[in-house]
């Protein structure tokens, strides 16, 4: 069936290092668009990143994410975690069935950066 | 960005009542959502709606459950009657058009007593 697969439950990296979430996907439909989304504590999903271009990095707020359709991952990193980026993060894919679209969420990965 | 509302963001309703929840759409998108979160966890797909018409709805989208948006009006919830393990934050989404961002809403919690 349709999948979207993220690293699992809870991520703690020190601040100042790298970190990295893992997504892979799995559709039997057209695949349109890949996204991550950043959850605050208490506050809606939004937005973070955006991708339709296989092997084409993304970029914003200085997390990047780079699809590659050969292995059916959107990873997302960042060279640097800072505190302000705790939150929960989801991998998600927007596919076209029969005419119109969905999305697919992954169960999310919360992430927690530490001092 | 683009403003999702909803309303009301709290709700608090007896067991078996009836509850509306209000999704005011970004004006121009043509497929909305409903999303929920249960405290504490991973945020689960309910039910898409576009051209009128709910078009793919998942196993938590019970009987109990209905979308409508009449006349380009709000996008709504109803839960008839509620049950207390449908308390969770409820999210409304909307997008534009096929591979466009998905936006979302403030949230609205709901508490069944």
């Known amino acids: 069936g349709d999948s979207v697969t993220q690293t699992e439950g809870l991520v703690t990296v020190t601040e100042g290092l790298p970190v990295k979430l893992n997504c892979t996907y799995q559709t039997t439909y057209l695949t349109i668009a890949f996204f991550w989304y950043v959850q605050y504590l208490n506050e809606a999903p939004q937005v973070l990143l955006r991708?339709?271009?296989?092997?084409k990095r993304t970029e914003h707020q200085g997390f990047h994410a780079t699809l590659h359709k050969s292995s059916s991952s959107f990873h997302l990193q960042k060279s640097s975690a800072q505190l302000s980026d705790s939150a929960l993060y989801y991998c998600?894919?927007?596919?076209?069935?029969?005419?119109?679209?969905?999305?697919?969420f992954g169960k999310g990965t919360s992430l927690t950066v530490i001092p | 960005g683009p403003k999702v509302l909803q309303i009301p963001s709290h709700q608090i309703i007896d067991m078996g009542q009836m509850v509306t929840l209000n999704c005011d759409p970004v004006s121009n998108h043509l497929y909305f959502y409903w999303y929920k979160q249960i405290l504490g966890q991973q945020m689960e797909f309910l039910v898409n709606?576009?051209?009128?018409?709910?078009?793919?709805k998942s196993k938590l989208f019970k009987d109990q459950f209905s979308v409508e948006r009449p006349d380009g009006s709000y996008f709504t919830l109803k839960i008839q009657p509620t049950a207390l393990e449908d308390s969770a934050v409820y999210f409304c989404a909307s997008s534009h058009g096929q591979g466009e961002t998905l936006y979302f809403g403030s949230g609205t919690r709901l508490t069944v007593l």
């Open positions: 709606f576009y051209n009128g018409k709910v078009m793919e």
């Open positions: 991708s339709s271009t296989d092997n």
């Open positions: 998600a894919l927007s596919v076209r069935n029969t005419g119109y679209q969905n999305f697919y």
